[in-house]
């Protein structure tokens, strides 16, 4: 079974500047996604960004960015400066490319709070 | 982009009491819907997946008997706790994704508070 670990509970980040967030996962499977997804105080999940396993590129949007390393099964988000409107728990999540019903195995999340 | 919508986004009902929740996709086919509850400051747990037109599938632990799931058509789903007891309080999000393109992406709704007295 795939797992998705995030080690760290909480971060903190001043606003206007850089965090990191760590992602893991365990899978036997090649090809696949992964995602971060956002979770602001209103609970509405948000698609941050997403990766496909087989693009050795790592994806950008805007200030958001990952540094996807295969090998290692690493899936860390780059938060580049932060604003105020970022706090909020941040989920890292994969789903195997095949079947239909395949579904999102999500981490424990991080809470991030972005200060002045 | 894709919207997803749930109904009520607030609930209290007494112990005994049935409860739906209704989700709708607004803007794309959903042909697979899914069902999660979220305790505080936890993460997202998936209790069943369904096709439309099929049974749905529940995850293990979850009473299927107790969470009643339909996805009678493309754009609608429903979760239905039945007898609902204070320990079924939590918060539920559905969530859809279709079959090509964007609409491949899972898209979740705002959510629904349960609260059972």
């Known amino acids: 079974a795939q797992t998705v670990t995030q080690s760290q509970p909480e971060m903190s980040v001043q606003e206007a500047e850089t965090v990191t967030l760590s992602c893991t996962y365990d899978?036997?499977?090649?090809?696949?996604?992964l995602f971060w997804y956002k979770q602001p105080p209103s609970r509405q999940m948000i698609l941050v960004i997403r990766?496909?396993?087989?693009?050795?590129q790592n994806a950008t949007e805007n200030r958001f960015s990952v540094n996807f390393q295969k090998a290692a099964k690493s899936f860390s988000l780059k938060i580049s400066d932060s604003q105020l409107g970022d706090a909020a728990m941040y989920f890292c999540?994969?789903?195997?490319?095949?079947?239909?019903?395949?579904?999102?195995?999500f981490g424990t999340g991080t809470r991030l709070q972005v200060t002045l | 982009g894709a919207v997803v919508s749930q109904h009520p986004s607030r609930v209290i009902c007494k112990s005994g009491t049935s409860v739906k929740i209704e989700c709708r996709s607004l803007?794309?086919?959903?042909?697979?819907m899914f069902w999660y509850r979220q305790f505080p400051k936890k993460s997202l747990m998936l209790m069943a997946t369904?096709?439309?037109?099929?049974?749905?599938?529940?995850e293990q632990g979850v009473e299927k008997d107790k969470f009643l799931i339909n996805h009678a058509s493309l754009t609608l789903s429903t979760l239905t706790v039945t007898s609902a007891h204070p320990e079924d309080s939590s918060f539920y999000i559905c969530?859809?994704?279709?079959?090509?393109?964007?609409?491949?992406?899972?898209?979740f709704g705002p959510g629904t508070r349960l609260t059972v007295l």
């Open positions: 999540a994969y789903r195997r490319k095949t079947g239909t019903a395949s579904k999102l195995t």
């Open positions: 369904s096709n439309e037109g099929s049974k749905a599938t529940y």
């Open positions: 990766q496909e396993a087989y693009k050795q």
């Open positions: 899978t036997s499977e090649s090809d696949y996604y």
């Open positions: 969530s859809a994704r279709g079959t090509s393109g964007v609409y491949n992406e899972q898209f």
């Open positions: 803007d794309f086919q959903a042909t697979t």
